[in-house]
C-alpha cells in the first residue's frame, strides 16, 4: 500500500505571496489533517478534513485554509505569507472508525519564505 | 482542558543503556494513544498505537505500554541509530475526536 504523498517536497517563496500544498492520503483514509512543524515549536494543529468538511481547526489565523477533494486528496493555501511561515507542513491521513484511526505521516512539505 | 506532556525534553544515553521515555495526558476520554519516531526533516514515523489501560506492544528494542494515565516507551540496549525525537500523541473522545500532541523526547544514543 502505498504510503501518504506530499508535493512539493521543497519551496521558496517570498513575502506577501501564496503557496498551495497538496496531500494524497492511504488508500482507503477519509480523515486528513495538515500540521506546522518549526524548530521548537513541536508539531502545531492546523486543520482536519472528513469527507470534504473541516472537522476540526488549530489556532491559526484565517492565512491558512484548507479543503478535501471527493477523492480524499487535500490541500492546503498560505496567503499572504509572512517569514514565519517558514516551517515543515505534515499531512497525516488516518481511517476513522475504531482501531483505524492511527494518522500516518507523509514526508512532509519544507516551506522557505524569503 | 485535555493535555500530553512528555519528559524529559531530552535524553543522553551510552549505546547499550536501557531508560524509558515518558507521556503522561489529561483527557476527558482516551480513543487511543500513538507513539512516533521523527529523524530531523522527515515525517513522524508511526511505531505504535495503545487502546487500553494495561496494554503492551513490542517492536525490536522498543516496548510501549499504557496505564489511565500515562504511557511509556522503554528502549532496551539501545543503538546509535535509535536516536531520533519521540512523539506521543492521544486521540480524546470528546467532541470531534482531536489529535493532541506532546513535544516530543529528543534522543541521543552514544556509540
Known amino acids: 500500500k502505498a504510503g501518504v504523498t506530499q508535493t512539493p517536497r521543497y519551496l521558496i517563496k517570498t513575502r506577501g505571496q501564496q503557496v498551495t500544498l497538496s496531500c494524497s492520503p492511504i488508500s482507503g483514509h477519509r480523515s486528513v489533517s495538515w500540521y506546522q512543524q518549526t524548530p521548537g515549536q513541536g508539531l502545531q494543529f492546523l486543520f482536519e478534513?472528513?469527507?470534504?468538511?473541516?472537522?476540526n481547526k488549530g489556532n491559526f489565523p484565517g492565512r491558512f485554509s484548507g479543503r478535501q477533494f471527493s477523492n480524499s486528496r487535500s490541500e492546503m493555501n498560505v496567503s499572504t505569507l509572512e517569514l514565519g511561515d517558514s516551517a515543515l507542513y505534515l499531512c497525516a491521513s488516518s481511517g476513522t472508525s475504531p482501531g483505524t484511526d492511527t494518522q500516518y505521516f507523509g514526508p512532509g512539505t519544507r516551506l522557505t519564505v524569503l | 482542558e485535555d493535555q500530553v506532556t512528555q519528559s524529559p525534553e531530552a535524553l543522553r544515553l551510552q549505546e547499550g543503556e536501557s531508560s524509558s521515555l515518558n507521556c503522561s495526558y489529561t483527557v476527558s476520554g482516551l480513543r487511543g494513544l500513538f507513539w512516533y519516531r521523527q529523524d530531523p526533516g522527515k515525517g513522524p514515523e508511526f511505531l505504535f498505537t495503545l487502546y487500553s489501560a494495561g496494554e503492551e506492544k513490542e517492536k525490536e528494542r522498543l516496548k510501549a505500554t499504557l496505564t489511565k494515565k500515562e504511557s511509556f516507551l522503554h528502549i532496551t540496549a539501545p543503538k546509535p541509530e535509535d536516536s531520533a525525537t519521540y512523539l506521543c500523541a492521544v486521540r480524546t473522545t470528546s467532541g470531534t475526536y482531536k489529535y493532541i500532541f506532546g513535544t516530543g523526547t529528543r534522543l541521543k544514543v552514544l556509540a
Open positions: 478534513y472528513f469527507s470534504e468538511t473541516q472537522r
